[in-house]
């Protein structure tokens, strides 16, 4: 075999090589996104569930009414907000400047690729401790119609829940029971069809 020969069967060899090793990667990376993008929507959920408690706990502190406002149309940006004028929040009072609002935020912001909302599945069931079944055209923040959750001086908070995906491969929600203010953490296992708490 003459040396141009071996030198040709040498560089196919190595393409052979390079064709095969790209391939693996491609296929390692495609595998590893729903990982990640589970990993980033439980960070997004469990930081937002930090937030929840933190409002309830500074309510009480400062004996007085707090919470987290969603606009009435669309599912961000998400504000606090603070009673300041002795009655209770509400957003009319918000809009009108008696009760202050903090600055306007989004999960993207901190945790890329996710928001509020959930994938575009089939129906599945609530999270707990709900037993019905959500739609894909069942609303995404559910803490009523002022869609406000709230958190007083005394330890009451108005009962909802708040969804977080990436829109793909990945769910999570927030839960907030209003007597005692538990405020808890689930993210839906689509193979097993259930919800894990966090």
């Known amino acids: 075999m003459t040396r141009r020969n071996t030198e040709g069967r040498v560089l196919v060899e190595l393409l052979a090589l390079l064709a095969g090793s790209s ?11 729903p990982s990640a993008g589970r990993r980033s929507v439980d960070a997004a959920a469990r930081g937002l569930c930090g937030r929840f408690r933190a409002l309830a ?5 400062e004996g ?17 907000v603070s009673d300041g004028d002795g009655d209770g929040l509400s957003r009319s009072d918000v809009e009108a400047g008696r009760d202050s609002a903090g600055p306007a935020f ?29 739609r894909p055209s069942d609303p995404v ?16 908070a108005n009962p909802g829940s708040v969804f977080v995906t990436d829109g793909v491969s990945a769910l999570c929600a927030v839960v907030v029971a209003g007597p005692t203010t538990r405020v808890r953490t689930w993210c839906y296992d689509q193979q097993a069809g259930s919800w894990r708490r966090r």
């Open 64 to 80: 007085r009414e707090l919470g987290l406002l969603f606009p009435r149309a669309g599912d961000e940006p998400l504000r606090e």
């Open 106 to 134: 989004n999960l993207a912001t901190d945790f890329p690729g996710v928001r509020v909302g959930r994938p575009p599945w089939p129906s599945i069931p609530e999270p707990p401790p709900g037993g019905d079944r959500l």
């Open 23 to 33: 391939l693996l990667l491609l296929l390692a990376a495609h595998n590893l996104l």
């Open 57 to 61: 706990h500074r309510a009480m502190a």
């Open 141 to 156: 923040v559910r803490f009523g119609r002022s869609r406000m959750a709230t958190f007083d001086g005394e330890g009451h």
